[in-house]
């Protein structure tokens, strides 16, 4: 079932993660993050949109009116709206941390010390994170006040 953007009502989406205009089916692209992502016009005027937050706002309920939206799965191209939900930013980094460790990262990477020091900026303790990232909670500290890991 399709049903029109309220953000761009000349087009329509479906819970599959596809958007359709008048000619049909959008291809979009993927971003430099990883993220897919269609070109629509509105008011005379372009806007480069990520599929996964059309799909969102249209299948997904938001009752606590979160702002952003989480790829369950961790894979940020698949944008069926079962696979989506709503987050806080903390929630998502958590999330993001947690999908990391599953893919058998045992160290940290430059990636994984950005997530831990958003996560820590966000107020959640050093411990915890070293915990999500399987290391010590000297390491986080070292990697979060620039000790390590000082150009990020």
Known sequence: MKKICRDF????????????????KLVGQLDWKGYHRVHLRRDGKGHSVAVHRLVAKEFVDNPENKPQVNHKNGVKNDNRAENLEWCTGSENQLHR???????????????????A????????????????FGVKQSTISYAVRGKTWGAL
Do not use: M
Request: with cysteine; proline share 2%; hydrophobic share 40%.
């Open 97 to 115: 941390a947690h999908v990391l460790k599953k893919g058998g990262w045992a160290k940290l990477t430059k990636e994984r010390v950005f997530c």
């Open 117 to 132: 020091k958003s996560l820590v900026g966000a107020g959640v303790k050093q411990s915890v994170v070293a915990k999500l």
């Open 9 to 24: 009502p000349d087009y329509e989406v479906n819970a599959e993660g596809e958007i359709f205009s008048r000619r049909g």
